[in-house]
């Protein structure tokens, strides 16, 4: 048979007259699966078609442990019922269940264990998990291991279960960490250091007197925390004497570790056996889902000790289909490999599915893929639909030809029209049903700290439900942002760090964010670089920024991230003839241009360039000067000043653009109109046209001998002349105000207009800083 | 009356043992066959059940929780199926004397099924003087207190036939091998060890041991075999065809055998079996009649390799890894009949394509699915 | 029809086959005058054909229940005549049959059906009526034997699999359509000439949804490597373990071994047949006739002595003769002419072949999957008794 065994299982419990008790803790205390769990707990969240809760009772019931402690807080009548309808309820399950209300204010795993502590349940050591674990790990060994030193040291209250992975495995939480130094001999826990994925932690001060007592010590970054504790029964009255312990880990471990009054100790046991994780974040989702399915945690898949009542068979290249053969595959659809496909799916002709799961009576349309993504049960996703990299909640109803982007959570319920486009980390529920009176708010107190950022959101529904097709019932959720969040949310769950938690691409899409390995990075690096970072990273709309924050994604971009930039270009490109040719309003089109740029996380210079480019593609050649000339003023009237108001004004850049343009696309020839109509248009200042002009770059330096560069000469001399002919109209104008004034000396006259000129630049500036401040609006 | 009305103690029992089953708690054939029994005799003692008709779904029922708790392990199945056939065996000696042997008309399907193989009628046991009452509206008890010490004796016949299971195997060891012959086996196969040291008494020869990675059982083996005195080498897998030609005969363990006469075992059996085939060494295979299974396509399923977590082969920290690569970790290979010479079970020796007559013999038709 | 069975060792009437069933087969070899048959106005042939006009029975049914309707019409008083006049009847139906295998397989099984039939029934007349109507049970019954066979061939097809077949068999297209239900299949079909049964397989399957395409019967081996697995009917399994079917059977298992791939062959029980064949030319099929050599047409002598080949203008001369069968066609131009078999060479070529049992894999059967082993363990312990 498989080789994992539990041959001393057995003796084990009946030497144990005591029975083990286990404490779930079943809420999360925080909102990462937000909106999947708008109406439903975290921990029935299904994970390949069995809801998390499962898994961990499984992973309990595996460790003999013979009574449960539920603690739940939000949704708690839910998870009450599903226990109770679940096997575990049959007497013969050999696990007595309790579930344990606790009130709303219990705001933290802390609180939680201060009211285990005041309910009194605990009667000796017990395993305290999270509702989200899955393990396969000998949890009973791990209790056996804790007893043992328990009787020659009562200090050892607790027992940490990590699992060897490696700083980057897939299954490791980027965002929340830690460093562990253990004693080699005694696997005692001596120092906790959280890591958080940002800012990235570059330090980690290791207290003096670890090394005085300890000879041998390891500093360990490459363990997976598994979220299982074997606490002594003092662990919880711990808890209440110190009621500022909020989390387990970052208070209370760092807490009993750093006190000089406890005296008490914690060890770590690193599982080299087994398997364990927990579902922290959509990312740990998407990591312990695949790791189900590749049967790292054998003897827990699918086809074997699969949690949900489905049986299901293994094919060639871990797929998993159910044994009762109600699938429905049509012949010419693909199923990849690491796929899991609930009873009565069916799959129409050439759909493709891979790495993803299916639920129950799941329907995938004609030509629709669905990639590396998660579907609950009865998702209806439509013809021709591309769904990749994301989750999407039961019921949902996908229309045809939608295409959801990477990260994308759908919550339960939701109908996208056909046509609908989510764009990458959109987040998505069902549309509540208009409020008659504020007053009956009352009744969903619950979700009240949710309402305010709904509200905020709803002013922006109008522009972003653009993306959505017709007949759509999808609310979509506001962008996170850096700059949005409020300042004293928890380092934790600060948007940059919450990034990389979530579903999607990993590596390249944080080639924004400095990860380097924390040992590589020199201290000295510190603060400037944050900074600059942040400018990266951070929507942010300043001018000045976004050109110095140029060099660093320019040289932060690899292959993926050009792979990355043709797909926004051509997303770009979309978006901008829709609104090209069903003439929408320029606000609307920046709207849009804004949340794309934001979802693919590029330069503001790109998303620049793609407008000109788009804007002087779309002037038509026309024969003869004059009907060219107005062919160029038609467009550039009407859509130019959408160039100002992607936001950043930066003339020069503009005319560089337009210039690297038109030297390699037959539009050369309109060069010097175009650049003329920008400036008629204000999107070009004259000193923007003579700043560019003096560029070296805008002669071609750099460029080698080819079209290009003859090109780009010959764009030169273009505003070369444009120059000259400003440069005559000053002297003109001087002459006119020379012959108006009568008499003033040229000089000043020339003063005169420099001051004017001034002006006309502070004007602009001001304007300019509206524009942010419009832009900040539509943001929040 | 019914059929489930059995007590909560032997639906404990069941319901451990499949827990048990499902997370691979029992490990080994035989150990998974007697607790089987085990588990079988508690229920058939408690059970409740005035007609044959209910004994059997009784046990039929509870054959087929164990057997959806584990459906690899094959020897769950084959032990129900064992106990049925002697529940009806015994239940048709008993009841020759009471009712006349029913609907015995003859007819052309009638005859075309005396093809069908059957044991040939042993000498029948002392003739049962057991008067045995079904559906007794009276005494509905009647017949499951008759009935009773019957079956405990045949449950009693199946555990002692587990239990010596080995050692009947081993009786022919010395005829199969012997002096200064060189074997080959694979991994650690409790049944293969006892077969080897039996023969060590009589004859001096070498074994060696391919250590069957990724599960290694073979050094547990080869550590087992020379502390008895068997003179043994342990080599890695992939030497395998290196050293077939120095090779008398392989023996190898099963896990399953089939009805087709192929079967499953331990990963690396193919390769060792198709290298025997290239060199002619003949392929001897050492397993207990209860490995016996009424299947014959279970090779169809790709899962039934049963595939265990890939640790074992690429290590969890090899974090970077474990994201491109798919593992495969099977923990059996299928042979195929035409690779196995002999299979050597504790009811005689079989070429493979006798094997589906024992199986008819041993287990009845309408059994095949519990 | 109170037939008590309970005495099974009933003393044998008079004349009684009291030998083991084999005596039946010596009895089939002596030659009988067909105007000897003592009972006129049926012709028993005539009933063989009638009753095959029904599309779901096949030649040994049919034989078997025209053997019924003998006994319902025969005027026999004893058993020895009944069982006479039933081997007399075997043998006229053996004889005006082209290719008798399937039927004698039928007629053997009822033949020593009725031979051991216990009976003690007062008169004879009320054992010819229990006989008959054991007959018609019989070939009810019989008719759930494919959906039967197709439910354990069921078990064998793998979704997504590509199965080769041979020629049109009924229980295969059953087998094949039900699997079509669960699973997704694709089917290669040999033409099976000169009769191309073949596209009837091809329609019927495209009819049903199921992906098909002809395949030469030349092109086997080529298209070997593409399947998972062979399905092939059968006139007959004999107690070799292997298979009587239509030609091409044969070489489409030497095939399938040479690439290791799995040759199944489903076969009705009533299939079963007491033959033991060696090689091709034991089966009763072959007549000498059959691949015999015909006597070259007369040339002048220097032509003879030359190899075919060796004179560029002899070759299609040669050639085009066969295609015309005609001897003059000398004169004919070398023109693209479309060559096939004249229906005298195609009659000079077997109907059936016979498949060795080492290159069959399983048989699927309505009594169960057996071996090859197994089915001639089967047949023995079937006649014996």
């Not at chain 1, 599982?271 to 990591?287: K, N």
């Not at chain 2, 087709?260 to 397993?287: D, E, K, Q």
């Not at chain 3, 139906?93 to 399937?102: A, C, T, W, Y």
């Amino acid at each position: 048979m498989a080789p994992k065994a539990a041959a001393g299982k057995e003796k084990l419990v009946d030497d144990d007259e005591e029975v083990l008790q286990a404490v779930i803790l079943a809420d999360s205390f925080n909102k990462r699966f937000k909106p999947l769990t708008a109406d439903k707990p975290r921990c029935l969240l299904p994970i390949c078609n069995a809801p998390l809760l499962d898994w961990t009772l499984e992973s309990l019931a595996l460790a003999g442990v013979q009574e449960v402690f539920v603690i739940c807080r939000s949704h708690a009548d839910q998870i009450k019922a599903a226990l109770q309808n679940s096997k575990w309820s049959r007497p013969a399950s050999g696990l007595k269940i309790v579930p344990i209300l606790t009130a709303r204010e219990t705001l933290s795993p802390g609180d939680a264990m201060r009211d285990i502590y005041t309910h009194g349940i605990i009667a000796g050591d017990f395993v305290l998990v999270y509702g989200d674990l899955v393990s396969n790990v000998r949890i009973d060994e791990v209790v056996r291991v804790h007893k043992a030193r328990r009787r020659t040291n009562k200090d050892a209250i607790m027992t940490i279960v990590v699992k060897e992975a490696g700083t980057t495995h897939r299954t490791r939480s980027r965002g929340e960490s830690a460093v562990f130094v253990l004693d080699r001999d005694t696997a005692e826990c001596l120092h906790y250091e959280p890591v958080s994925g940002y800012p990235p932690k570059t330090l980690a001060r290791i207290p003096r007197e670890v090394l005085d007592e300890h000879p041998d010590i390891e500093i360990r970054n490459d363990l997976i925390d598994c979220g299982i504790d074997v606490c002594s029964v003092e662990v919880p009255s711990l808890f209440q004497d110190n009621f500022d312990y909020a989390d387990i880990r970052r208070d209370f471990v760092h807490g009993v570790l750093t006190s000089d009054l406890l005296m008490k100790n914690i060890h770590c046991y690193v599982a080299r056996e087994g398997y364990a994780a927990r579902v922290q974040d959509t990312r740990s989702y998407d990591a312990i889902s695949k790791d189900i399915l590749s049967r790292w945690t054998f003897p827990l898949v699918p086809d074997d000790n699969h949690p949900g009542d489905v049986a299901y068979e293994h094919l060639r290249g871990n797929k998993y289909l159910p044994k009762d053969n109600s699938v429905v595959l049509s012949r010419t659809c693909k199923v990849g490999r690491n796929t899991l496909i609930g009873p009565a799916s069916q799959i129409f002709a050439d759909a493709q599915v891979a790495a993803s799961t299916l639920g129950a009576r799941c329907t995938v349309g004609a030509r629709a893929v669905v990639r590396d993504s998660y579907l609950g049960d009865d998702v209806v996703v439509g013809a021709g639909c591309v769904i990749e990299n994301s989750i999407v909640g039961a019921g949902v109803h996908v229309g045809a030809g939608t295409r959801i982007a990477r990260g994308a959570l759908v919550a339960d319920g939701v109908r996208l029209g056909a046509g609908s486009r989510l764009l990458p980390f959109e987040r998505v529920s069902r549309r509540r049903p208009v409020k008659e009176d504020g007053e009956e708010d009352g009744a969903e107190e619950e979700e009240s700290d949710d309402d305010s950022e709904i509200e905020e959101a709803e002013e922006n529904q109008t522009q972003l439900s653009s993306l959505l097709g017709p007949d759509s019932d999808a609310f979509v959720w506001p962008r996170k942002s850096g700059k949005g969040g409020n300042e004293d949310e928890d380092e934790l769950e600060n948007f940059n760090n919450a990034r990389l938690m979530r579903l999607g691409k990993f590596r390249d899409d944080f080639a924004d964010l400095d990860l380097s390995d924390p040992g590589s990075v020199t201290s000295s690096s510190g603060d400037s670089d944050e900074s600059s970072d942040d400018d990266s990273v951070i929507q942010n709309f300043s001018p000045s920024s976004s050109t110095t924050s140029l060099p660093f994604a320019a040289a932060a971009i690899s292959a993926g991230e050009h792979a990355k930039e043709s797909e926004f270009r051509s997303e770009v490109r979309q978006s901008l003839e829709r609104a090209f040719a069903e003439g929408h309003a320029l606000d609307n089109a920046a709207v849009e241009l804004k949340t794309l740029r934001m979802a693919s996380n590029v330069p503001l210079a790109r998303v620049r360039e793609a407008v000109v480019e788009r804007v002087v593609e779309s002037i038509a050649l026309v024969d003869g000067a004059g009907p060219q000339r107005v062919e160029i003023k038609r467009w550039v009237d009407r859509w130019g000043p959408l160039v100002r108001l992607i936001g950043g004004v930066d003339g020069v850049e503009t005319v560089s653009i337009l210039q690297a343009h038109c030297a390699g696309s037959s539009r050369l020839p309109l060069f010097g109109q175009i650049l003329a109509a920008f400036y008629q248009n204000d999107i070009v200042e004259e000193d923007d046209i003579r700043a560019w002009h003096a560029q070296p770059a805008a002669k071609g330096a750099g460029l080698k001998e080819g079209p290009q560069l003859e090109n780009m000469q010959k764009t030169w001399l273009v505003g070369a002349r444009m120059i000259h002919q400003f440069n005559e109209q000053e002297s003109s104008e001087e002459e006119s105000s020379e012959a108006e004034e009568s008499g003033e000396g040229s000089e000043e006259a020339e003063d005169a207009s420099e001051d004017e000129d001034e002006d006309k630049e502070d004007e602009e500036d001001e304007e300019d800083e509206d524009d942010e401040d419009d832009e900040d609006g539509d943001k929040e | 009356m019914a059929p489930e009305s059995h007590s909560s103690g032997s639906q404990r029992a069941v319901e451990t043992l499949a827990a048990k089953l499902r997370r691979r708690q029992v490990l080994g054939s035989r150990e998974t066959a007697l607790e089987t029994v085990l588990v079988l005799r508690q229920v058939v003692s408690k059970a409740r059940f005035t007609n044959i008709h209910q004994l059997v779904e009784i046990i039929r029922g509870v054959g087929r929780k164990l057997v959806e708790a584990q459906p690899k392990e094959h020897t769950v199945g084959n032990t129900v199926r064992k106990l049925l056939h002697h529940v009806r065996e015994e239940y048709n000696n008993a009841s020759k004397g009471t009712a006349a042997s029913a609907a015995n008309v003859f007819s052309i399907s009638k005859f075309v099924l005396q093809g069908q193989p059957r044991k040939q009628v042993t000498a029948q046991k002392a003739e049962s003087a057991l008067v045995l009452r079904e559906d007794d509206p009276d005494d509905p008890d009647s017949f499951a207190r008759t009935l009773k010490p019957v079956l405990m004796e045949a449950i009693q016949v199946i555990l002692d036939e587990l239990e010596t299971v080995y050692e009947n195997i081993s009786k022919s060891a010395k005829d199969h091998i012997h002096s200064d012959e060189i074997i080959l086996t694979i991994g650690k196969s409790h049944t293969v060890e006892t077969f080897l040291k039996s023969a060590a008494h009589y004859h001096n020869f070498t074994v060696i041991v391919a250590e069957s990675g990724p599960s290694y059982g073979g050094h547990d083996m080869a550590q087992s075999l020379s502390s008895a005195g068997v003179s043994t080498f342990l080599v890695p897998d992939s030497s395998i065809y290196a050293l077939m030609s120095r090779v008398n005969k392989v023996i190898i363990g099963a896990h399953a055998v089939l009805a087709n006469g192929g079967m499953y075992a331990i990963t690396g059996s193919l390769l060792a079996a198709t290298a025997a085939r290239a060199h002619s060494t003949p392929v001897v295979v050492c397993a207990g009649q209860f490995k016996l299974t009424p299947l014959w396509n279970l090779y169809h399923e790709y899962g039934a390799l049963d595939f265990a977590d890939p640790s074992s082969v690429l290590g969890f920290e090899e974090g970077d890894l474990v994201d491109k690569v798919d593992v495969v970790n099977p923990f059996y290979d299928y042979v195929r009949p035409d690779l196995v010479d002999v299979y050597i079970t504790n009811d005689g020796d079989h070429p493979p394509p006798s094997i589906y007559r024992i199986i008819k013999e041993s287990y009845d038709d309408e059994d095949n699915e519990l | 029809m109170a037939v008590s069975t309970s005495d099974i060792a009933s003393p044998a009437q008079p004349g009684a086959f009291t030998t083991s069933s084999s005596s039946s087969r010596s009895i089939l070899t002596h030659s009988i005058p067909e105007d000897e048959e003592a009972f006129s106005g049926f012709d028993i042939y005539d009933s063989y054909r009638r009753i095959l006009c029904d599309p779901q029975i096949s030649a040994p049914l049919a034989a078997i229940l025209s053997l019924t309707e003998l006994v319902e019409q025969s005027d026999a008083g004893t058993m020895f005549e009944l069982v006479k006049a039933l081997n007399d009847g075997a043998e006229a139906l053996k004889k005006r049959v082209h290719n008798p295998i399937g039927l004698n397989a039928g007629s053997e099984l009822f033949i020593a059906f009725v031979t051991l039939f216990p009976h003690e029934s007062a008169s004879f007349s009320e054992l010819r009526t229990e006989l008959v109507r054991q007959g018609q049970t019989y070939a009810t019954e019989a008719l759930q034997f494919r959906p039967k066979i197709a439910d354990l061939a069921l078990d064998f097809i793998k979704d997504d699999s590509v199965i080769l077949t041979h020629s049109y068999s009924r229980v295969v297209m059953q087998a094949l359509l039900h699997a079509h239900q669960r699973k997704r299949i694709s089917v290669y079909v040999t033409e099976a000439r000169p009769r191309g049964l073949g596209i009837k397989t091809y329609e019927s399957l495209t009819a049903a949804g199921i992906p098909c395409t002809v395949v030469l019967d030349s092109a086997v081996a080529y298209v070997m490597d593409q399947v998972d697995f062979v399905l092939v009917g059968s006139e007959a399994v004999v107690e070799s373990g292997g298979l009587i079917n239509a030609v091409g059977s044969n070489q489409m298992a030497i095939i399938a071994k040479a690439e290791n791939k799995p040759f199944y062959a489903l076969a009705e029980s009533y299939k079963f047949h007491r033959l033991f064949p060696l090689s091709q030319y034991d089966l009763p099929t072959h007549t000498p006739g059959i691949l015999s050599f015909t006597q070259p047409p007369l040339r002048p002598a220097p032509e003879l002595v030359a190899r075919p080949s060796v004179s560029p203008e002899t070759q299609p001369v040669l050639k085009s003769s066969i295609s015309a069968s005609s001897a003059m066609a000398g004169l004919l131009p070398p023109a693209p002419v479309q060559r096939t078999m004249t229906a005298e060479q195609i009659s000079r070529n077997p109907d059936v072949d016979y498949t060795r049992p080492d290159l069959i894999s399983l048989v699927f059967s309505d009594v169960g999957i057996l071996t090859p082993e197994g089915v001639s363990q089967y047949l023995v312990g079937m006649f014996a008794g």
